[in-house]
């Protein structure tokens, strides 16, 4: 089982830049989220969605878009690359009525 | 705001001893508190978790220490070893709402051999 699949790995963007980081889990769990993990905050969350065509936001959400139209795939897109989102981006997925996450590998996107 | 507050940020243990890492939440609505796992350059991992009608949970060298009053849980590592150098975090979430979890800053234990 491949489980979270996160691309690109790595990632450099210059200011203004847009690009979509890609998520795929084959799993069939129904919650997806997305992360990001910066030194000494931990891993905050950006969006989540709770099935297909669901999606709302997490604590951090400004800067970011989702889309849910599969079960397996959640794509976060940014819209106009900033510094602050220099970071390490994770997907996560969960089965319904299920706290425990799986998550992918990590994208790691800088922004110059 | 952060929900769950985590110490220490660091943490250096000498092998064969015990590592241990606090947490606090807030919301009183959290009913799953588990812990991940992470290594350099992989996503975090579950290594074990606990609810709140226990107060303390086993998993071979890992214990989790549970005080519903103070508002505060512990993960602690016996016998610690080289290979359990990793960031620990912990976290809380409501049953069934996972997709929400909320995590703490972390700590970087490192275990001396």
């Known amino acids: ?11 450099v963007l210059k200011t203004g830049q ?26 905050r969350l950006i969006h989540y969605s709770v099935g297909a065509g669901i999606t709302d936001q997490g604590e951090v959400p400004n800067g970011y878009n989702v889309s849910r139209s599969t079960t397996e795939d959640f794509p976060l897109r940014l ?3 900033a510094p602050s989102q220099t970071s390490v981006y994770f997907c996560a997925s969960s089965p319904q009525r299920a706290n425990v996450l799986t998550f992918g590998a990590g994208s790691r996107l800088t922004v110059l | ?37 992470q290594f350099p350059g992989k996503g ?39 290979g ?8 809380a979430s409501r049953r069934g709402g996972g997709f929400k979890t909320i995590f703490g800053a972390g700590t970087r234990l490192f275990v001396k051999a």
Request: aromatic fraction near 12%; proline fraction near 6%.
């Open chain 1, 1 to 11: 089982n491949a489980g979270v699949t996160q691309t690109p790995k790595f990632q």
């Open chain 1, 18 to 43: 847009s690009m979509t980081l890609q998520c795929a889990q084959d799993m069939n769990h129904e919650y997806m989220s997305w992360y990001r993990q910066d030194p000494g905050m931990g891993l």
């Open chain 1, 79 to 81: 819209l106009s690359a």
């Open chain 2, 1 to 37: 705001q952060q929900q769950v507050k985590q110490s220490p940020q660091s943490l250096i243990v000498q092998k064969g001893g015990i590592s241990i890492i606090n947490c606090a939440y807030e919301n009183t609505a959290f009913d799953y508190f588990p812990w991940y796992q």
């Open chain 2, 44 to 82: 975090p991992a579950l290594l074990i978790a606990i609810r709140p009608d226990v107060s303390e949970k086993k998993e071979g060298r890992f214990t989790i220490s549970f005080n519903k009053s103070a508002k505060q849980f512990s993960l602690h590592i016996m016998d610690s070893q080289p």
């Open chain 2, 84 to 91: 359990d150098s990793a960031t620990y975090f912990c976290a």
